[in-house]
């Protein structure tokens, strides 16, 4: 199947982030590595929108961006939303689901393909005892979900690969380069079109690290990614205060 435009719609997992342009204008990441093989099929005409912003949550997300989508009438629809609120204090598993669904039901209405997420992952961040069970929950709605209204259903936490501390970016959150590009394959080969094998290729697992040196390397981390997250919930600042949408509008991949 070819589509003729896709509009990428979440938070920082669809902007991009740590994936920069190698001008280091702004993020690529898996959805702009998608959009640009979904061109190549589609020719002169095809148009890819990216709403998506660092630090939304999933009722920032829809409100802010499901009906300009929407009114791009778009043939394919990739919605990421959610994970920012998991990691909160206090977060109802079971509402997010909910919302999502009716924001997928609203796209295949539409006529719209959609692309959803089981979300990688992330037991390499603290607070695993509060966090993996909704994130889990969570997950098994976005199963539910995509048996429901027929939509692409990306099942990152069942790869492996994702285990591998190379595949994220140095603050533990966000994926690097390589972890971009192994997503875009998946969501590629679940829409049934031909990927460069290239990106599924998987960096060489790094060896152990000794328990000190490993303690050094959390404290690091700690001081320079958990500490200034830790102060934005406190203050109520966001990362994307101030950020608006890489590609607010359906135009030609030019890159």
Do not use: C
Request: charged share 20%; hydrophobic share 45%.
């Amino acid at each position: 199947m070819t589509w003729r435009s896709y509009v990428a719609l979440g938070d920082s997992f669809t902007e991009g982030m740590d994936d920069p342009y190698p001008d280091g204008r702004t993020f690529r990441g898996w959805a702009d590595l998608v959009a640009a093989r979904l061109a190549l099929d589609a020719g002169p005409g095809f148009g890819y929108a990216n709403l998506a912003i660092r630090g939304r949550l999933l009722d920032q997300v829809i409100a802010e961006q499901v009906e300009p989508a929407l009114a791009m009438r778009p043939g394919l629809v990739s919605f990421a939303a959610g994970g920012n609120d998991v990691l909160r204090r206090k977060v109802d598993p079971a509402g997010l689901i909910a919302k999502v669904d009716g924001v997928v039901e609203r796209f295949r209405a539409a006529g719209a393909d959609v692309v959803i997420f089981r979300f990688a992952d992330i037991s390499q961040l603290p607070g695993q005892r509060l966090v993996g069970p909704r994130a889990a929950q969570l997950n098994e709605g976005i199963t539910r979900i995509g048996a429901k209204h027929g939509a692409h259903v990306i099942d990152l936490h069942s790869d492996d690969a994702f285990r591998n501390p190379l595949m994220w970016s140095t603050d533990r959150l966000h994926m690097s380069p390589a972890g971009h590009r192994r997503v875009a394959a998946h969501v590629l080969t679940s829409l049934g079109v031909g990927v460069d094998e290239e990106w599924m290729l998987v960096p060489p697992a790094p060896a152990p690290t000794p328990w000190l040196l490993a303690r050094r390397a959390d404290l690091r981390w700690a001081g320079q990614h958990l500490a200034p997250w830790i102060k934005r919930r406190l203050t109520g600042v966001s990362s994307g205060d101030g950020i608006t949408a890489k590609r607010p509008s359906l135009s030609p991949i030019t890159e």
